[in-house]
């Protein structure tokens, strides 16, 4: 039931708001569409292993969530730490996500 109210928090708090973020400056920066989705892919695949963790370490949990809702915290950084076969993914968005902190 924690891991089910984590994984909520995570999902609709900071990885939906950073997918569609990311998915609109993506686009608008004219990044290939197999860069958009395989980005998405790992935002969402991002989600479980973020709730994984935070169920396990409620602390860690909750100040990665607000560090990443008020710009403390890097998102492509917390999703490329949260899965770690997106990093090509991760790397090729990232010259099209720098300063982007959400």
Do not use: H, N
């Not at 973020?21 to 989600?47: F, H, I, K, N, Y």
């Not at 969530?65 to 790397?91: K, M, N, S």
């Amino acid at each position: 039931m924690i891991r089910d109210f984590f994984l909520w928090l995570l999902m609709s708090l900071v990885v939906e708001p950073m997918q569609a973020e990311w998915s609109t400056r993506l686009q608008a920066a004219g990044a290939s569409p197999s860069v958009v989705a395989d980005v998405t892919r790992c935002t969402s695949e991002a989600g479980p292993a973020l709730a994984a963790r935070a169920a396990d370490d409620p602390w860690w949990g909750m100040t990665t969530a607000a560090g990443v809702l008020i710009g403390f915290r890097d998102g492509v950084a917390v999703v490329a730490e949260a899965t770690p076969g997106c990093a090509a993914a991760v790397q090729a968005a990232g010259p099209l996500l720098a300063g982007l902190r959400s």
